[in-house]
């Protein structure tokens, strides 16, 4: 396990899932912690070795997509495109039907239409959940926020990214905070009646042409 990854799966509070130790009864494969952890180390590998263009941020997983793969941002979809985005191999770490995540949905449409080197995060690294409800979001707490964004920190210092492209308000708060020398881009985010704001914000961003952002929505 890179030492990065190690780092993330040492975090522990009370209400959130840490999907790199933590082992869902309900949905996980046996050896779900494991491979999360394992495919994570390999993006960290892989996009540490050249430099990268941003690392897109958002809040913290959600029990649909970042819970189950342990990828911020990316729902069972969407998970082998994004390791092989990589170069690396990645199977889903649970069992049964595949689930879709709105926000993924969107996020990785954008993504399909942009070449650059991007990297995904959260502010907060785990799933936090309601009481005794594993299955529910909630937003992380002040606690919770300020081991995120050390995380956060040690992050951008290991991958040097140009930019952070901060995806709502929360994430660009938290970035404005802890980062002093990197560029912060804040983007709308997609949910709450965000998309349409934020295909045209990415799209202003990485030069997509409004035909292919027109088609990606389709």
């Known amino acids: 396990m890179h030492p990065f990854v190690s780092s993330v799966a040492a975090l522990e509070f009370e209400n959130c899932f840490n999907p790199y130790t933590d082992k869902c009864e309900v949905h996980d494969q046996r050896d779900a912690p494991r491979i999360r952890a394992s495919v994570l180390s390999a993006l960290i590998e892989s996009a540490s070795r050249e430099p990268i263009d941003a690392i897109w941020i958002g809040r913290d997983l959600g029990y649909r997509g970042g819970r189950r793969t342990g990828l911020a941002l990316t729902d069972d979809v969407h998970i082998v495109k994004h390791s092989r985005r990589w170069g690396v191999s990645a199977k889903q770490p649970t069992t049964g039907t595949v689930v879709a995540e709105r926000t993924a949905a969107v996020i990785w449409r954008m993504l399909d239409q942009i070449d650059s080197r991007i990297f995904l995060w959260n502010v907060f690294p785990l799933h ?27 992050l951008v210092a290991l991958l040097n990214p140009s930019r952070i ?4 308000n929360d994430a660009a708060a938290a970035a404005d905070r802890v980062l002093s020398s990197t ?24 030069s997509i042409s409004e035909q292919s952002e027109s088609l990606s929505l389709f």
Do not use: C, D, M, W
Request: charged share 25%; net charge positive.
């Open 165 to 168: 492209v901060a995806i709502g």
């Open 183 to 206: 560029p912060v881009v804040r983007v709308r985010h997609p949910s709450y009646g965000g998309q349409t704001q934020f295909i045209r914000q990415i799209s202003e961003l990485y």
């Open 128 to 154: 936090p959940h309601e009481s005794g409800e594993p299955f529910t979001n909630r937003q992380h707490n002040a606690r919770e926020r300020k081991a995120g964004e050390e995380v956060l920190q040690a």
